[in-house]
């Protein structure tokens, strides 16, 4: 039989890890014809999810996890799975049940039949979250597939079911600075989505703030896309034409209105402003990408584990 593996990242989620196990293996009657075997993948929970996540696997075999020595991150995390799976075909899904598990037949059919490589789930509507949330999330998409060469699909979950193949693809890629739906995108193979409705969380609270999903978005920009410095240097380009324009407008006025006096303090004033707040954007966003260069010369382990099983 062909095994399926299910890559499961938890944080702080002891009141769902029973569940999710549960809902699965109900599931689990509509795809029979594979094994199952499941690896949750700590990521420095401090709350009793690992004492949910080992009273599974004390009782059923086929259930495995890795624990962090601390937070490392859900990029650590899924990365962490994906190395650890055994199986044919790999799913990620989150521990939380809003990846609905009656979507993995239709999923394991299109991949096994060999015509897909991956099926992918897409979120057709966000009914339930922050207005605001949700107005970034579509201009985050809107604004990176406008600049970057990998197109990502808007709406698309991690949830999905991939070859092995694909797989070992994406682990090929040992960046630590990690961005998985970038990733899962740029390593191509045949990938199709299936489309749903938002689903609630089955229990507990998620761990992702608004600040915390907006830093996300940014690491996206800087893994795959270099357009802010494209737009840095245009930006440099422009105040320096408007500075040279400017000079010359003064020298010429000098010349022929020499009887000037000094005027227009203010206006210099908001000039400096500008340019400086402008200088200071450049610097910020040079920054970021010489920091992720900083890290990857580091060569650090993307997760460090604590225990596995």
């Known amino acids: 039989m062909s095994k399926l593996s299910l890559v499961v990242p938890v944080f702080n989620e002891q009141d769902t890890v029973e569940l999710f196990y549960k809902a699965l293996e109900a599931e689990h009657q509509n795809f029979s014809e594979y094994d199952l075997e499941y690896w949750y993948i700590d990521d420095g929970?401090?709350?009793?999810?690992?004492?949910?996540?080992?009273?599974?696997?004390?009782?059923?075999?086929?259930?495995?996890?890795?624990?962090?020595?601390?937070?490392?991150?859900?990029?650590?995390?899924?990365?962490?799975?994906?190395?650890?799976?055994?199986?044919?075909?790999?799913?990620?899904?989150?521990?939380?049940?809003?990846?609905?598990?009656?979507?993995?037949?239709?999923?394991?059919?299109?991949?096994?039949?060999?015509?897909?490589?991956?099926?992918?789930?897409?979120?057709?509507?966000?009914?339930?979250?922050?207005?605001?949330?949700?107005?970034?999330?579509?201009?985050?998409?809107?604004?990176?597939?406008?600049?970057?060469?990998?197109?990502?699909?808007?709406?698309?979950?991690?949830?999905?079911?991939?070859?092995?193949?694909?797989?070992?693809?994406?682990?090929?890629?040992?960046?630590?600075?990690?961005f998985s739906k970038g990733i899962f995108s740029w390593v191509g193979f045949k990938q199709k989505y299936l489309e749903y409705e938002n689903k609630d969380r089955v229990a507990g609270n998620t761990s992702w703030s608004f600040w915390g999903l907006l830093s996300y978005s940014i690491e996206g920009f800087i893994d795959f896309s270099r357009a802010p410095l494209v737009l840095v240097s245009f930006l440099g380009m422009f105040s320096f034409l408007l500075a040279l324009i400017g000079a010359i407008i003064v020298f010429i006025r000098a010349i022929i209105y020499p009887e000037t006096s000094v005027f227009g303090w203010a206006s210099i004033v908001v000039i400096v402003l500008a340019l400086g707040g402008m200088q200071l954007l450049s610097i910020g966003i040079l920054g970021r990408y010489i920091s992720n260069i900083y890290l990857e010369s580091k060569h650090r382990p993307i997760y460090v584990s604590r225990k596995e099983k």
Do not use: C
């Open 45 to 178: 929970s401090t709350d009793n999810t690992m004492v949910e996540v080992e009273k599974l696997a004390a009782k059923d075999e086929n259930v495995h996890y890795v624990s962090f020595s601390r937070n490392f991150g859900k990029e650590s995390a899924l990365y962490a799975g994906l190395e650890h799976a055994t199986g044919d075909f790999i799913a990620v899904m989150d521990v939380d049940l809003q990846d609905p598990p009656e979507m993995l037949p239709e999923m394991l059919a299109g991949v096994s039949s060999g015509e897909w490589d991956a099926v992918g789930a897409r979120r057709t509507s966000r009914k339930g979250e922050p207005i605001l949330r949700s107005w970034f999330s579509k201009l985050f998409y809107k604004l990176i597939n406008a600049m970057s060469d990998t197109h990502i699909v808007e709406g698309a979950r991690d949830f999905r079911v991939m070859t092995r193949q694909m797989v070992d693809a994406i682990l090929s890629m040992q960046e630590y600075n990690r």
